[in-house]
T-cell receptor, first 115, second 115 residues
Framework: ETGVTQSPTHLIKTRGQQVTLRCSSQ?????VSWYQQALGQGPQFIFQ???????GRGNFPPRFSGLQFPNYSSELNVNALELDDSALYLC??????????????FGPGTRLLVL | AQSVAQPEDQVNVAEGNPLTVKCTYS??????LFWYVQYPNRGLQFLLK??????LVKGSYGFEAEFNKSQTSFHLKKPSALVSDSALYFC?????????????FGKGTKLSVKP
């Protein structure tokens, strides 16, 4: 098991609502990335946070936003939920260095169901 | 654009037999390649990665992968499969010059090992 934790484990929301997912990174890691994994698909990169700033973003609309805190924990916020937002949301932490080859370690995920 | 292909949705192997899970990739620069495994209702667990150097990479739980630049492949292998290896396997790639967070994942290959 990695040291990455996520909360909550499961969540049910209705269309149009807003949701906040939380992630605590592994000790010694300073970078957090978020991924969306739809059923039967591989994870898709949403964005990454380093030093409390967004440091890369995938093809997701602005209603997906995030935060990183001084202790390197992170939040993913999704506004105006749509049915297609139903997925497993994965957080991954890593220790960013100049080499760029660091391994990302994933948490267990938050399963979001939008009705 | 970066991409990863896992051509087999499912691989079936008898316990004790060797296994191979295939992965091909496309990046513009030098690739960083990763294999992860996902058990039901769990996050992704890191198995191994190729950054540079020896084309044969050894990882966790007896798995290894061979990087083949001419065939742009990074197949996962294990000499003797266990029933407990049954899970979903994901290949991922990051371009050497890309954002450290932005892993591109394949769709996954379900490995089934029968006793």
């Amino acid at each position: 098991e990695t040291g990455v934790t996520q909360s909550p484990t499961h969540l049910i929301k209705t269309r149009g609502q807003q949701v906040t997912l939380r992630c605590s990174s592994q000790s010694g890691h300073n970078t957090v990335s978020w991924y969306q994994q739809a059923l039967g698909q591989g994870p898709q990169f949403i964005f990454q946070y380093y030093r409390e700033e967004e440091n890369g973003r995938g093809n997701f609309p602005p209603r997906f936003s995030g935060l990183q805190f001084p202790n390197y924990s992170s939040e993913l916020n999704v506004n105006a939920l749509e049915l297609d937002d139903s997925a497993l949301y994965l957080c991954a932490s890593s220790r960013q260095t100049s080499g760029g080859a660091e391994t990302q370690y994933f948490g267990p995920g938050t399963r979001l169901l939008v009705l | 654009a970066q991409s990863v292909a896992q051509p087999e949705d499912q691989v079936n192997v008898a316990e004790g037999n060797p296994l191979t899970v295939k992965c091909t990739y496309s990046v513009s620069g030098n690739p960083y390649l990763f294999w992860y495994v996902q058990y039901p209702n769990r996050g992704l667990q890191f198995l191994l990665k190729y950054i540079t150097g020896d084309n044969l990479v050894k990882g966790s739980y007896g798995f290894e992968a061979e990087f083949n630049k001419s065939q742009t492949s990074f197949h996962l292998k294990k000499p003797s499969a266990l029933v407990s290896d049954s899970a979903l396997y994901f290949c991922a790639v990051r371009d050497e010059g890309g954002s450290q967070g932005n892993l591109i994942f394949g769709k996954g290959t379900k490995l089934s090992v029968k006793p």
